[in-house]
């Protein structure tokens, strides 16, 4: 009877599938020991604050160690002032021809380039080369032998004196510890190479080629200066930063003059050597009719009544020689003066918009910003060490992760330094 109704129970009905809307419970979510899916970003996440608060302490002295830093450079590093300068350049026919006759009009053409046109047919200098003539070797040069006034030297001196003066006994000092290596270089290839070569000098006693001292100069001056063009206004702005007021507001002032003079040279290039050949072949032509005159009038103080052809041939041949002689001086007379005429009228015209004057605020160093940096340099500096020291420790209770960390240690420290460091 009960093995007749177990078989019945049994042989039952089956209990009713998953699809009637009951799951089963085997399903996903179901059952005694299931519970909610956890969320991979909130674990992550708390990991991430557990190590935060495990490694405070270590955060907190990076940061504060990087603020000291921050702040100690903050107030001993020099201050640094920025004169500019704005530029623009008036534009001209070509040709050189000014608009009504007006010197200096702005020309009536279509702008090219930044919106400034150059003019004139002499020259490939654009607007856009502006920057470039600035800081080219010719420009840098002249403003490194004017004479400007130190805020730290005694006397006014070149540029060249100021960066090859003697140093005092911090420069000395750091010399010969900090920058021992540079001092080190720099004599080593003065024994290799020799003593520097001396420079040359033009007629007028201006060096050609750069001597070291002025090398130096050069390349310092370099960093100094910067330029930018604007394409809608065709503004070009020059800055130049230095360590004193007075001295950046000089330094804009030779930088500006030594630029327009610069641009001046190279747009009149041509004209310019087309004004030497026609100045000396009239220089020739002048030469060459007062021979002739002359011999015309000693032909005629010897024969003042000449009878004979051949004396009459004579006559006439210096003659025509004087009177083609004076023809070609003419000619000559008349392309000098024009050449000279377009020379003046192809001068380019870089006008002044804003004057370099001594700027009243320092423009470097910005102390608020670099604390801040500080702050934020250490803090993220902090937190890398903290998670890479985290990481270690989870790497040194793994055996397999243990074995991996060992390999990348033997390959990249030499055996030798283990041992060493191991007795």
């Known amino acids: 009877m009960s093995e007749a109704g177990s078989q019945n129970h049994s042989d039952g009905p089956a209990d009713p599938p998953s699809g009637n809307g009951a799951p089963g419970a085997e399903g996903p979510g179901y059952g005694p020991e299931a519970g909610p899916p956890a969320r991979e970003d909130e674990v992550f996440l708390l990991d991430i604050l557990l190590v935060l608060a495990r490694k405070k302490t270590l955060i907190v002295r990076t940061t504060l160690v990087f603020m000291l830093l921050g702040i100690t450079y903050a107030l001993l590093a020099p201050e640094e002032f920025t004169s500019e300068v704005r530029v623009v350049r008036e534009a001209q026919q070509k040709g050189g021809e000014l608009p009504g006759g007006l010197p200096g009009g702005i020309g009536g053409g279509a702008l090219s380039g930044l919106g400034i046109s150059l003019g004139g047919a002499a020259g490939g200098l654009t607007p856009q080369a502006y920057p470039d003539v600035l800081k080219s070797h010719e420009v840098r040069q002249a403003v490194v032998r004017d004479t400007f006034r130190f805020p730290d030297a005694e006397r006014p001196m070149t540029y060249v004196e100021y960066v090859n003066r003697p140093p005092g006994p911090l420069g000395i000092m750091l010399k010969y510890t900090l920058f021992l290596p540079l001092t080190l270089k720099k004599n080593l290839g003065e024994i290799i190479s020799g003593?520097?070569?001396?420079?040359?000098?033009?007629?007028?006693?201006?060096?050609?080629?750069?001597?070291?001292?002025?090398?130096?100069?050069?390349?310092?001056?370099?960093?100094?200066?910067?330029?930018?063009?604007?394409?809608?206004?065709?503004?070009?702005?020059?800055?130049?930063?230095?360590?004193?007021?007075?001295?950046?507001?000089?330094?804009?002032?030779?930088?500006?003059?030594?630029?327009?003079?610069?641009?001046?040279?190279?747009?009149?290039?041509?004209?310019?050597?087309?004004?030497?050949?026609?100045?000396?072949?009239?220089?020739?032509?002048?030469?060459?009719?007062?021979?002739?005159?002359?011999?015309?009038?000693?032909?005629?103080?010897?024969?003042?009544?000449?009878?004979?052809?051949?004396?009459?041939?004579?006559?006439?041949?210096?003659?025509?020689?004087?009177?083609?002689?004076?023809?070609?001086?003419?000619?000559?007379q008349s392309q000098h003066t024009q050449t000279r005429l377009d020379l003046q009228r192809r001068q380019p015209v870089v006008t002044v918009v804003e004057e370099p004057v001594p700027p009243t605020e320092p423009s470097a160093p910005d102390r608020t910003l670099v604390v801040l940096m500080s702050l934020l340099l250490g803090g993220i500096l902090g937190m890398g060490i903290s998670f890479g020291s985290e990481s270690l420790e989870q790497v040194k209770d793994d055996d397999e992760e243990q074995e991996k960390l060992d390999e990348i240690r033997n390959r990249l420290i030499p055996t030798r330094w283990q041992k060493h460091k191991s007795m």
Do not use: C, W
């Open 195 to 332: 003593p520097p070569v001396p420079a040359g000098t033009t007629d007028a006693g201006a060096p050609v080629i750069p001597s070291e001292e002025e090398d130096e100069a050069l390349e310092s001056i370099v960093e100094k200066v910067s330029a930018s063009v604007d394409k809608e206004t065709g503004l070009m702005t020059i800055s130049v930063t230095a360590g004193g007021s007075l001295l950046a507001s000089e330094l804009a002032e030779s930088f500006l003059d030594h630029f327009k003079k610069r641009v001046r040279a190279i747009r009149t290039e041509k004209v310019r050597e087309r004004l030497r050949f026609v100045k000396g072949r009239f220089e020739e032509a002048e030469q060459e009719l007062e021979n002739v005159e002359d011999r015309l009038a000693q032909f005629l103080e010897r024969n003042q009544n000449p009878t004979t052809a051949t004396l009459q041939f004579r006559r006439d041949r210096l003659q025509r020689q004087v009177s083609f002689k004076e023809q070609l001086y003419s000619e000559l």
